[in-house]
């Protein structure tokens, strides 16, 4: 069983800058590709984020390239989120969460479904 605990979310104005993070516990961290997903007020969980077990390969939500970083620091049995450049659009609560590496290979890694663990979300308001 892997416990997440999600953090680092907060206010923050348009154009500027957070780093969310993930520690694991309860399970071999390196074991587990990692996404990220955030789902905003009336909306469906969506896609942000993912990272294979090693964080040599990762895939972003057409909506962040190029403004957001996932990685991971299997050492500190960490994932991490660096948001640049944000905008109000990304308001929303941001969870990290586990799946197992067939899940990355596969193509499946932007599906919630098959991510087994959840952390409880942190929340991530940008203000105009």
């Known amino acids: 069983q892997v416990q997440l605990v999600e953090s680092g979310g907060g206010l923050v104005q348009a154009g500027g800058s957070l780093r969310l993070s993930c520690p694991a516990s309860?399970?071999?961290?390196?074991?587990?590709?990692m996404g990220w997903f955030r789902q905003a007020p009336g909306t469906e969980r969506e896609f942000v984020a993912a990272?294979?077990?090693?964080?040599?390969?990762?895939n972003y939500a057409d909506s962040v390239a190029g403004r957001f970083t996932i990685s991971r620091e299997n050492a500190k049995n960490t994932l991490y989120l660096q948001m640049d450049n944000l905008k109000p659009e990304d308001t929303a609560v941001y969870y990290c969460?586990?799946?197992?590496?067939?899940?990355?290979?596969?193509?499946?890694?932007?599906?919630?479904?098959?991510?087994?663990?959840w952390g409880q979300g942190t929340q991530v308001t940008v203000s105009s």
């Open positions: 969460a586990a799946t197992d590496s067939t899940t990355y290979y596969g193509g499946n890694y932007a599906n919630p479904s098959p991510y087994d663990y």
């Open positions: 309860g399970g071999t961290f390196s074991h587990y590709a």
């Open positions: 990272t294979s077990w090693s964080g040599t390969n990762s």
